[in-house]
């Protein structure tokens, strides 16, 4: 029997929960990460604590609106306090950040202890949220109950109301995000962008304090949207995929902890969420450590092989009596690891040949290719000693780190402007013929 059948109706609502406050947190998440704001988030779902205490004070009642009203009045209060401080105190942005969120956090605590004495408002929950209570409460509008858990119909609302906004002012909201100085120019204001962004991010936080809490609030804040932005380069691409896994997070770390580890629901999402961010720091296809790594690698075999490509090719070139041996070439590439694995790969590409077990010969494409290599290193001299007039002793060096890169379409340029048949040491520049070089 699968896992599917043990899963209820209380369980899909929790996941549906689960699903909307990662999402609606990570798609707001995406503009904190490119703006490099994320502890901003952190701030502001921390620093809304007291909104609520004073909240429930100023009006005994625990009923959504007076608590998200109070919540987004101290969120926006927590930006403007911040900047102010940081723009008029010449406080640094950091540390004003982090005295007033966790000055106002510390208060928020004090406030929900005291106002837990008289009411069922637990600091536990507020801090860490109870999401496995979702489908205990369902949703009630005008004295009818409505086949729906009230935490998702809430954050069902406010993602909606996240993507509205979002798709509203995308253009703003993505010059603002890369440059706030050129949206500014451009005649976008700039600082409606930023309050309306901060709104927004209270407003969630508020609607996500059920669900996750204050706390780890943070995590759906920033880890899907940096895992994103490792991911893709693209401003709709980081919101789809921060988006997805978002929802992989809450899904996942909600079955992880229902059916595998017996461990609260939302911490669970959010570690998951943490481990995916983890993955994508190594595995990313552009930016992971492990992909660089390889990629460093691939490009460390293609010069070896390319060196040893001309290697050759200058052997052949200079009429040695004796051919190129195994050995020889290990020596001058300085042996190691990297000069043998060039050297099998180039066997195995065909671009050279060993025989009677030692001696290596340039195959037909290793030839043209070589050729190729040689043209961009003599051509690269040739263009140094006419426009920079280095000395012929220092020509070789930089040719050398520039034959790897130096394209078709580069020599063609070169060789146009300068028009030599030889280079500057008078060795004969080989015609462009033929070439299916890497470049």
Request: aromatic fraction near 8%.
């Amino acid at each position: 029997m699968t896992l599917l059948a043990f899963i209820s109706a209380a369980d899909c609502w929790v996941m549906a929960a689960g699903v909307l406050c990662n999402v609606a947190c990570s798609l707001l998440g995406c503009y904190l990460v490119l703006r490099r704001m994320a502890l901003l988030g952190d701030a502001i779902s921390h620093a809304i604590l007291p909104g609520l205490a004073l909240a429930f004070i100023v009006t005994n009642s625990r009923s959504v609106l007076p608590m998200f009203c109070g919540a987004l009045v101290v969120g926006v209060a927590t930006t403007f306090l911040i900047q102010t401080l940081h723009q008029w105190g010449r406080v640094p942005e950091d540390s004003s950040m982090g005295v007033v969120f966790t000055s106002l956090f510390a208060l928020g605590v004090l406030l929900i202890t005291y106002v837990a004495s008289s009411v069922d408002l637990d600091p536990g929950c507020v801090l860490y949220g109870d999401i496995g209570a979702t489908p205990a409460f369902q949703l009630v509008i005008a004295g009818q109950e409505w086949p729906i858990p009230r935490q998702v119909a809430i954050l069902l609302c406010v993602l909606m109301v996240d993507l509205a906004v979002i798709l509203l002012i995308y253009k703003e909201l993505k010059i603002v995000s890369f440059d706030p100085l050129l949206a500014t120019t451009m005649g976008i204001n700039a600082t409606f962008v930023h309050y309306t962004l901060m709104i927004l991010v209270a407003g969630t936080s508020v609607a996500a304090f059920e669900s996750v809490g204050s706390i780890l609030v943070v995590a759906m804040l920033i880890a899907p949207p940096a895992a994103a932005h490792l991911l893709t380069d693209r401003l709709p691409r980081m919101l789809a995929v921060s988006a997805i896994i978002a929802a992989l997070s809450a899904i996942g770390g909600y079955m992880i902890a229902a059916y595998v580890v017996d461990t609260p629901p939302a911490a669970m999402m959010a570690v998951v969420a943490g481990c995916i961010f983890a993955l994508s720091v190594f595995f990313a296809p552009k930016y992971g450590v492990i992909s660089r790594r390889l990629d460093q690698t691939r490009l460390a075999v293609r010069i070896a092989s390319e060196d040893i490509l001309g290697m050759l090719y200058r052997w052949q070139e200079s009429l040695q009596p004796t051919p190129l041996n195994v050995g020889t070439v290990l020596s001058a590439m300085r042996g190691g690891f990297l000069a043998r694995i060039a050297l099998r790969s180039l066997q195995r590409s065909g671009r050279i040949e060993r025989f009677d077990s030692d001696v290596l010969r340039l195959t037909v494409q290793g030839q043209s290719e070589a050729k190729g290599l040689v043209r961009a290193h003599r051509l690269w001299e040739s263009y140094l000693n006419k426009h920079f007039g280095l000395p012929l002793d220092h020509l070789h060096a930089p040719a050398e780190r520039m034959e790897h890169f130096v394209t078709k379409a580069m020599q063609e340029q070169i060789a146009a402007e300068v028009q030599p048949t030889t280079d500057p040491h008078g060795r004969e520049i080989p015609p462009i013929a033929e070439w299916k070089g890497t470049i």
